[in-house]
Nanobody, 129 residues
Framework: QAQLVESGGGLVQAGGSLRLSCAAS????????MGWFRQAPGKVREFVAAITRSDIARSGSNTYYAVSVKGRFTISRDNAKNTVSLQMSSLKAEDTAVYYCAAGRIVRIWGLPSEYDYWGQGTQVTVSS
């Protein structure tokens, strides 16, 4: 059973940058789709970004983003270190939320939380305006 641990959250001013990391314990990490979701107080958990498994296609992984973060956030994975990262730039107050890392063996709909099998405990990101 995979265990995911997020890190890198904190307080940042609007316009600033922050990098989140997620360390996975699963030795077959490269065979998982990895995603980032976020949940603000009183709101449902929403999709942020996903990166496909990298053990099949010779071209490597594909990435997908929510419209609200496209162009500002970048998801990447390092299979040698079993980590997935989310580089966040041009942060806005509305990006404030708890950010969760997720892993799924078979993910057909990137933005659907129920498609993912494992979740981290979350890390708080607060953007001050």
């Amino acid at each position: 059973q995979a265990q995911l641990v997020e890190s890198g959250g904190g307080l940042v001013q609007a316009g600033g940058s922050l990098r989140l990391s997620c360390a996975a314990s699963e030795r077959t990490f490269s065979s998982y789709v990895m995603g980032w979701f976020r949940q603000a107080p009183g709101k449902v958990r929403e999709f942020v970004a996903a990166i496909t498994r990298s053990d099949i296609a010779r071209s490597g992984s594909n990435t997908y983003y929510a419209v609200s973060v496209k162009g500002r956030f970048t998801i990447s994975r390092d299979n040698a270190k079993n980590t997935v990262s989310l580089q966040m730039s041009s942060l806005k107050a509305e990006d404030t939320a708890v950010y969760y890392c997720a892993a799924g063996r078979i993910v057909r709909i990137w933005g659907l939380p129920s498609e993912y099998d494992y979740w981290g405990q979350g890390t708080q990101v607060t953007v001050s305006s």
